[in-house]
């Protein structure tokens, strides 16, 4: 599984190098958030784009007319035939369920900015703790986000960033109350491999996006540095072994990773990291 702040999907041919990506790397369930594509007139929209299917809740429109926002999901052919079922929550909450022994159930969440009314953000948040109190309590939960949020060490063990911001604490509460983990947090690497977004206007690099799971089975999951992947998404994975099948949690990295070749490209451009399993 992988999370994936696409900051903008409408064009099909960016949608196609996505799903490419995906498919390359072998991203079973990828969240996507900001996919900026409008259907209000359908709750949920089913795309199939190559091999996968990319499965969205509409993005909405600001005072200027722009589309913004939409969350989605990008699976691949088995995911897709485990798909139970697809629920918008909110037009920032996307939930789907997948077949299994315990069902999984995966959601695709995009926080308001940290610069953002702290209404819209308690309103967020408010939001998702329904969704999990909805979520039956066997079921294995992952929350695939953009957070817009900073962890600090007092709140996660190998942050980015030194210090915890307002987004940041709401998200640790949510952590708290609900016993979840920030699994991309659980395992030591370098900084140049922690972060997962890069200011457009700046370039100053930030950790804002999360994949959240329970803390259940997580002594049993050992966890590894990274995955094969693209420009658009170095992969900071931990790996879930249960039994014979094996789960990556992915954070994927937008263009301009410093320590990959040609990083200033906006095209997806293939290249390794290795991947090495923490015991």
Not at 61 to 87: K, Y
Not at 91 to 112: C, H, K, Q, W
Request: charged share 25%; hydrophobic share 35%.
């Amino acid at each position: 599984m992988a999370t994936y702040n696409a900051n903008t999907v409408r064009e099909e041919a960016r949608l196609e190098e996505l799903a490419n990506c995906v498919e390359e790397r072998g991203v079973e369930i990828l969240g996507v958030q900001e996919h900026r594509r409008v259907h209000t007139d359908q709750p949920i929209l089913y795309h199939k784009v190559g091999g996968c299917s990319f499965i969205t809740s509409s993005a909405w429109r600001n005072d200027a007319q722009a589309a913004t926002g939409g969350v989605g999901l990008m699976v691949s052919p088995r995911a897709r035939r485990a798909l139970r079922r697809v629920q918008q929550h909110t037009n920032r909450i996307l939930v789907a369920d997948f077949e299994g022994n315990p069902v999984t159930t995966v959601m695709s969440v995009y926080s308001p900015t940290n610069a953002a009314p702290i209404e819209d953000v308690e309103k967020f948040y408010d939001e998702l703790r329904t969704a999990i109190h909805h979520v039956p309590a066997h079921n294995f939960l992952v929350i695939l986000g953009d957070f817009n949020a900073r962890l600090g060490p007092e709140d996660a063990p190998f942050t980015y960033h030194n210090n915890t911001n307002r987004n940041g604490e709401y998200l640790s509460a949510l952590l708290t109350e609900h016993e979840l983990l920030a699994a991309n947090t659980l395992f030591r690497k370098r900084m140049g491999k922690r972060w997962t977004f890069q200011d457009r206007a700046s370039g100053m690099l930030r950790q804002l996006d999360y994949i959240l799971r329970g803390r259940r089975r997580a002594a049993d999951r050992p966890t590894t540095k990274g995955q094969e992947s693209c420009s658009q998404a170095v992969l900071g994975a931990t790996m879930a072994q249960r039994g014979e099948e094996t789960t990556a949690w992915s954070v994927l990295q937008p263009p301009g990773h410093p320590f990959e070749a040609g990083g200033s490209s906006s095209i997806p451009k293939l290249h390794k990291v290795n991947t090495t399993a923490l015991r």
